[in-house]
């Protein structure tokens, strides 16, 4: 399908349609009771993931030879777009060059912006918004840039001084304020604020334009960059849902250890599997874990593939997990005990891994999906062979889509990124 020659709305149509075929054959693999056909199922899985996988791109390349994609405001001088990336013909537009000896370019980088994570972005890789300001002329140009989202953010501030016909692009990220995102309960539509001053006194552009904004409990899989139609990768920022300090947790520690043959959990200092077994058989007996689905949604104008995602604590409390509330909520116990976790993405399922010791790079996976159905035995036999069969397709392909796995002490030591709560 994907050397065919389709239009962007058949391109569309044909990924809707396979994500429907995909969505049913994921349910029988990630919700089966029975293991014995699980294999075949997971073959004819992975070949329809890998038909959606390549119309996606097909349909990313379509998005991005559509110039109007992702921007907000272009110049209208004709000589002013050879620099900063192109016009188009009924694109809006500043004052430019011939009025205040500027052009602006700015092209919204986040079709949907992941309320919950979006403090720990880097503004350099996941930008809200880049604006290319130009000088047009003979002298240099002081310009402030200023970008917001209203009611929800503080002021995202640049101010640069422009060489002639020289372009600059400033990337920003405007900070939320913590009380008005707190009880962001549902998909928000917001306004995005782009101000572009010349310091000498004249206003370049003052434009608005609407935003998604995410609930605070959608966990960030991806966010679509309008610019490129493509998905920029946000999966390591799960990590922040990992909250092994959080005292709900701390005191499940307790249970967990009455589980254990010894009766203590001493982290890398003992055996790891009989402290997983233990995590697992508290989690089934003691919290009464229940597997609810709950497959991952795209929201409204497919601008992010995220997923409601319950905090390791409210797990606990509802004693019901979908497969990436209780690889988090595991992932919280282990390392809360000292162990190194993973959390470990495949598409559209999450499962949890831990490394069996010490920084030795070897590790188990086990389907958290499984907790309240099968043993601990039969759950980890279940995630070590999904990860093999995907392992073996991340490394046929190379595409990281296959298989993705972020260590919690990566996360914690190389992204900086810290528990939610």
Known sequence: MSKQKLS??????????????????????????????????????????????????????????NRRSGLIVNAKSESASEEVGGTDNGSPGTRGADTTGLVVKVNLRMAQVPTATCHLFDQIEHPLVISQVRAVGSRKRRVRVISFIEGYTARAVDTVELKPNKAQAL??????????????????????????????GKVELHATEPVWLLARN?????????????????TRYLGAFVTPN?????????????HHPEGRLVGYQGPVASQAKAIFQALKQDADITYVNSVVDFNPEEGSKTQR????????????????????????????IS????????????????????????WNYLETTMINTHSFEKALDSGQRKAKVYQGQLEATGNLQWFRQWSLRELRTKYGITPLE
């Open 218 to 234: 959608s966990a960030p899989l991806a966010v679509k960059d309008p610019t490129s139609g493509q998905w920029n990768d946000l």
């Open 171 to 200: 990337y920003q990220l405007p900070t939320f304020f913590p009380e008005r995102i707190r009880d962001l309960n549902e998909l928000t539509r917001a306004t995005l604020n782009i101000l572009v001053e010349d310091l000498d």
């Open 8 to 65: 962007l709305d058949e391109l569309r149509a044909a990924e809707y349609d396979l994500r429907l075929e995909v969505s049913s054959l994921e349910r029988l693999v990630y919700e089966m009771d029975e293991l014995t056909d699980e294999d075949d199922l997971l073959e004819r899985l992975v070949m329809k993931q890998q038909t959606l996988y390549e119309v996606e791109q097909d349909r990313a390349a379509a998005e991005k030879r």
């Open 339 to 362: 162990l190194n976790p993973a959390i470990v993405i495949v598409p559209k399922h999450v499962m949890v891994g831990w490394e069996t010791k010490s920084k030795s790079g070897e």
């Open 309 to 336: 995602v319950r905090l390791p604590r409210q797990s606990l409390d509802e004693g019901q997990a979908n497969c990436i509330d209780g690889s988090l909520l595991f992932a919280s116990l282990l390392e809360g």
């Open 246 to 258: 959080e005292p709900s947790i701390m005191r499940f520690q307790r249970q967990i250890a009455r």
